[in-house]
Nanobody
Framework: QVQLVESGGGVVQPGGSLRLACAASGSIFGFYTMGWYRQTPGQQRDLVAT???????NYPDSATGRFTISRDNDRHTVYLQMNSLKPEDTAVYYC?????????WGQGTQVTVSS
């Protein structure tokens, strides 16, 4: 089992920045991927960014240049630095952990971009 604890969400004005963090604990070993997804009411959960334990990253076009994912393998923590935030970035952001044991999700953290 893997447990995920997210932090860093909140309310920010357009153009502002936020940094999300997701700390994983439990059965963590070998190769794994952590990432961030976001979801708005009535919509599917969409990819924001992923990073492997080897450091390879993946972003959709909508996040390239504004969002940066990074990780601290010693702390099993992944970060999402979000800059130049727009109102359309408002969503619940979920952390995901994938390894040979399975897929695990965090409880989600709300990000609201509003003036």
């Amino acid at each position: 089992q893997v447990q995920l604890v997210e932090s860093g969400g909140g309310v920010v004005q357009p153009g502002g920045s936020l940094r999300l963090a997701c700390a994983a604990s439990g059965s963590i070993f070998g190769f794994y991927t952590m990432g961030w997804y976001r979801q708005t009411p009535g919509q599917q959960r969409d990819l924001v960014a992923t990073i492997t334990s080897a450091g390879s990253t993946n972003y959709p076009d909508s996040a390239t240049g504004r969002f940066t994912i990074s990780r601290d393998n010693d702390r099993h923590t992944v970060y999402l630095q979000m800059n130049s935030l727009k109102p359309e970035d408002t969503a619940v952001y979920y952390c995901r952990f994938v390894s040979g044991l399975g897929t695990y999700w965090g409880q989600g953290t709300q990000v609201t971009v509003s003036s």
